[in-house]
């Protein structure tokens, strides 16, 4: 059974910092390329960065030189570090692991944690 744990969401104040956790269960992690999305209310999910299975980065504009992805392969877990936080960055924040086969592909999602930036 795959099982992706979100921790570390909460309540911060503008300019502050948070950073997330996924620890991830039943899947070979470091084959997955990992992903953090966020949804807010009324708004679709949107990527807000990735790390691939060899440690490539890629993220938002709208969170480029504040935000920081990275994993631990040995824990199976991946972070997202938040700085500078902004009241727009609130939202739930879900953890994805993807991995593609030939055409098979495989897609898991943790249950969300939610992050609150306000004053």
């Known amino acids: 059974q795959v099982q992706l744990v979100e921790s570390g969401g909460g309540l911060v104040q503008p300019g502050g910092s948070l950073r997330l956790s996924c620890a991830a269960s039943g899947i070979i992690f470091r084959f997955y390329d990992m992903g953090w999305y966020r949804q807010a209310p009324g708004k679709q999910r949107e990527l807000v960065a990735v790390i691939s299975s060899g440690g490539s980065t890629n993220f938002a504009d709208s969170v480029k030189g504040r935000f920081t992805i990275s994993r631990d392969n040995a824990e199976n877990t991946v972070y997202l570090q938040m700085n500078s936080l902004k009241p727009e960055d609130s939202a739930d924040y879900y953890c994805?692991?993807?991995?593609?086969?030939?055409?098979?592909?495989?897609?898991?999602w943790g249950q969300g944690t939610q992050v609150t930036v306000s004053s």
């Open positions: 994805h692991a993807r991995r593609e086969i030939g055409i098979a592909k495989y897609d898991y």
